[in-house]
Every structure is written in C-alpha cells, then in structure tokens.
C-alpha cells in the first residue's frame, strides 16, 4: 500500500463507499454505498477497477486534497469545478497526479454529487464485509483535516481511458422519474394521488438518510402512521405534513409512514444529483414492460 491524498480541507461531505453492507438488512444495518450508482459504476469502468472498488463521494464541494503519491485517478460525477494546482481537470477521464499537487473541488455547476476513483480502489478496514461509511454508526470513514488515504502500490495506467461525450450523463434541476406503486394507495384520499403523479415537487433539503420535497400536500382519508414496515433506498414515505420524503443510501431498514411509492432503482441516480431547489415529477410505473431495467439519461 501507499499513501495517495492527505485532506487539507474537508469539504461539504465527503466519504469512501463501495457497493455498501449487502445482506445486513434483516439485522437493522442499513446497505450504504453510492448515492449515485450510475456514476459509481461508470468510473470504476474507466479506471478499470472491480465493481466494487472504494471511492471517494463528495457533497457539492470544499474539499481539498493533497497528493502524496503518483497515481492514477478518475473523477465523474456532478462537475463541482475540479482543479489541479487551480487548473481545471477534466472529467470522466483517468489521469495522472504527482505528489505535492493539489486536487480540490471549487462549487457545484451541475449536479451535486461527483467521485473521485483511484486505480486499485482506496484502501480501508473492511466492516460487515464493505468499505462503506455509515456514519450514524461510526462506520468507516468520513473525511476530516488531516485524514491520510491509502491505495494499492500497483503499476499505473498508461493511456488515457474515459467515455464518449454521448455517454456522459448531465445532471438536470427538473427531473422526472418512474415509480412503482405502493400498497397503501388507500391510506389516501383518491385525489392526493392523482395530486402526486401530477404535481412537481421541490427539493428543500436532506442527507444519505433522505431527501425532503415541497410540493401539493397529500392528505389521507384517516391517518399516516402504519405498523412498521420494511423500507429501502427509493422508498417514498408520507409523513403526517402530507410532504414526501425519499429514502436515500444510508435508509433506515423499517419506517412507520404510510408510503406512496418506490422509485424505480435505475432513477435514484437522477434524485441523488438534484440541488436545493430542483424539481422533480412522478410517473406511476402501471405495466412492467415498462419497467427500466438499465440506467437512462434523461
């Protein structure tokens, strides 16, 4: 192993995850990982990592990280003004860095979520067999001043790999995505129903937990509250203010709210990438030969 990064700023929110905790659900862990799995997958591809190889996921911006090896990287996801030695570096390709450089990341332009993907995958303990921080319980690694981060002493990569400018995704402030129905349709009042497939909402703020939205508000013949019952990433639970809320990554593994849907798995990515402020609408998933079952860009 060698050392790659030392933090020098610690940014907005940054964090290692991999594909995160799978299998640990029933035990009340919830899975982690990538918030935008899309990008996860496709820079891990363009470095040619495993899968499952550890990256840094960073929140709107501030970090900044001093080098202190050369290595090979790749960074995709949201275009959060990345700089080498305050030159702009491109995105969605690998390159190389050399110690004493500085990688930072100025504010967001598009999206809010970006990666940053180191050849071999960043190096930490494994808990619960993944590298993935959660931070609620302690879990992994969240990174601070000072934080030092290691990789794989390997050879590094000597051409230029990254992907065709048709297959960079671009991250929108309106957003629709496709949801599957829920089975408590009749916790609702008929209208509210309609209301939500037909209505935008706004994003106002939120966490890996979950994201918060603004919007009509939904109202139930009776009450919200259910028994408890499972829930996951993509879960849109209706608390009592009638306002959705979309579980996110680190979801808890039960929750008490009625709901009204789950988004579609290949639809998360475009949920994750929004700023406060952008909109998002519903389409009720009525067929499943519908169903997306690979990741779209619009």
């Known amino acids: 192993m060698k ?6 700023k610690e940014g907005v929110y940054a964090s290692l995850q991999d594909k995160g905790r799978v299998g640990y659900r029933a035990f009340g862990m919830p899975v982690a990982g990538p918030m935008d799995g899309y990008a996860f997958e496709l820079g891990n591809k363009i470095i040619g990592n495993s899968p499952n190889a550890a990256a840094i996921e960073l929140f709107l911006g501030g970090l900044s990280l001093e080098v202190l090896s050369t290595h090979t990287i790749a960074i995709g996801g949201a275009n959060l003004h990345a700089l080498i030695d305050g030159r702009q570096v491109p995105l969605w390709k690998s390159l190389n860095v050399s110690v004493g450089q500085i990688l930072s990341f100025v504010k967001p332009i598009q999206g809010s979520i970006a990666y940053i993907f180191a050849l071999g995958g960043f190096d930490t303990e494994t808990i619960m067999g993944s590298h993935s921080a959660y931070i609620r319980a302690g879990m992994g690694v969240v990174l601070k001043k000072g934080t030092v981060l290691s990789v794989p002493d390997i050879p590094q990569v000597k051409l230029t790999r990254g992907l065709i400018a048709s297959e960079i995704p671009t991250y929108k402030e309106k957003v629709g995505v496709t949801v599957w129905k829920s089975p408590h349709f009749s916790l609702f009042k008929e209208k509210s129903i309609d209301t939500f497939f037909h209505s935008e909402y706004t994003y106002r ?14 109202q139930f013949i009776d009450k919200s509250d259910i028994l408890s019952e499972a829930t996951q990433f993509g879960t849109i639970q209706v608390p009592t203010n009638g306002q959705p809320v979309i579980l996110m990554a680190d979801a808890q593994t039960v929750g008490g709210y009625a709901t009204i849907g789950k988004v579609a798995d290949s639809d998360l990515w475009k949920i994750a990438q929004l700023r406060v402020g952008g909109k998002l609408t519903f389409k009720l998933l009525e067929n499943e030969k519908e169903f997306p079952n690979v990741y779209q860009g619009s």
Do not use: S, T
Request: proline fraction near 5%; aromatic fraction near 20%.
């Open 3 to 8: 050392e790659l990064f030392r933090v020098r």
């Open 205 to 218: 703020g939120g966490d890996r937990m979950g994201y918060y939205f603004n919007g009509p508000e939904l």
